[in-house]
């Protein structure tokens, strides 16, 4: 097996290429020109430069590849300018299958989010049933994957790729180019990774890193869906070995409130978590100047109005179809900041305390 994963050297997708790789694939990472290719230092893998906008980049690197790991996003709450975002989502995720198809590849798993389904409003765990329409999505990133979602099922449907998704919804329409090829598609839906190797970090990472270092006084009553990185890649490779076409599954892990995490993180580096609860309102206008100051530093905010809004209400989910139909497991969260505190820590990310010793 000779494996494609794109966005090798990200977080979600480093955590795949080595999972791949230990269960005996070769692998080849597309990355863009001048990535920061730290998670890949040492590994086996092939690289091949290119860009989800660049058509013959994505031909190139799809030759000669058995299957396709798409876990390429612009992950980010706040963007400058939203249309860049979709062009890398939607219209790059478009550009790859027709690659991937035309060159023969017979199984793509397509990464996803939870981000595409709706919250249950009683606070309880949704799953795969619950779709999230793109008007009623907060924010470009959540616009932008329930767009990327519905594309990939049109074509499956319209150009007869089997799609398995792991979190879909149903497409707006798209121009596609005609191939005679098929290729099974199966999409899954990762809920909230922490762990090691978060390099740039993701939000939820600088959360951790944020709490760590003393540096979040409040917390507001919601809650996160969190899955050590590493269970979310060997979901991967369970997906592509036993993911069913046509369906979609939710690759999450423990339910905890906002401000249990924030304890946990404290207890780890010796620091005195937060007490003072907050409505969530509280955070608007540390947001509205947050993102006005980003326009003018160009530096992506730590607070953003899709993250305030979003935490309105518990974003919990339920993995259990991929427990029963991919015998997906997850640990406990709790081993999933203990590894993301410590590899932050020895990345330098974390200033020391008294007690940091506590986190080995």
Request: charged share 20%; aromatic share 6%; hydrophobic share 45%.
């Amino acid at each position: 097996m000779k494996s494609l994963v794109t966005g090798a050297n990200g977080f979600v997708g480093s955590a795949v290429a080595r999972c791949l790789l230990n269960a005996g694939h070769e692998v080849r990472c597309l990355v863009r020109p001048g990535s920061d290719l730290r998670n890949l230092y040492k590994l086996p893998v092939e690289l091949s430069e290119g860009d989800l906008r660049s058509v013959p980049s994505l031909k190139r690197a799809v030759a000669g590849c058995d299957n396709l790991f798409h876990v390429a996003a612009d992950y980010r709450l706040w963007v400058p300018n939203p249309e860049t975002m979709y062009d890398i989502n939607v219209k790059g995720t478009e550009a790859l299958i027709l690659a991937a198809a035309e060159a023969g590849m017979s199984r793509m798993i397509y990464t996803s989010s939870v981000a595409t389904i709706a919250l249950q409003s009683n606070g309880m765990a949704a799953d795969e049933t619950i779709r999230l329409h793109e008007n009623q999505a907060i924010g470009a990133y959540k616009r932008s994957k329930i767009a990327a979602e519905r594309l990939v099922e049109a074509m499956v449907a319209e150009r007869g790729l089997d799609a398995v998704i792991v979190n879909p919804s149903r497409p707006r329409s798209a121009t596609m180019a005609s191939t005679n090829r098929s290729l099974d598609a199966v999409i899954v839906n990762p809920s909230t990774p922490i762990g090691p190797r978060d390099v740039r970090p993701t939000p939820t990472g600088r959360i951790i890193i944020e709490a760590a270092n003393g540096r979040i006084p409040a917390f507001i009553d919601t809650g996160l869906n969190l899955v050590h990185v590493d269970d979310v890649a060997s979901g991967h490779l369970a997906a592509l070995r036993s993911g069913k076409i046509g369906e979609r599954y939710i690759l999450g892990g423990q339910n905890v409130l906002f401000s249990q995490l924030l304890r946990d993180v404290a207890g780890l580096v010796g620091r005195r978590p937060a007490r003072v609860r907050l409505p969530w309102g509280a955070l608007i206008p540390v947001a509205l100047f947050a993102e006005g100051l980003a326009r003018i530093t160009g530096r992506e905010p730590f607070a953003t109005l899709a993250g305030v809004y979003m935490a309105r209400h518990r974003m919990f989910f339920a993995s259990t179809k991929a427990e029963r139909e991919l015998s997906y497991q997850s640990r406990p969260y709790i081993e999933g900041i203990k590894d993301a505190v410590r590899w932050f820590r020895d990345a330098g990310y974390l200033t020391q305390t008294r007690d940091s010793a506590r986190a080995r």
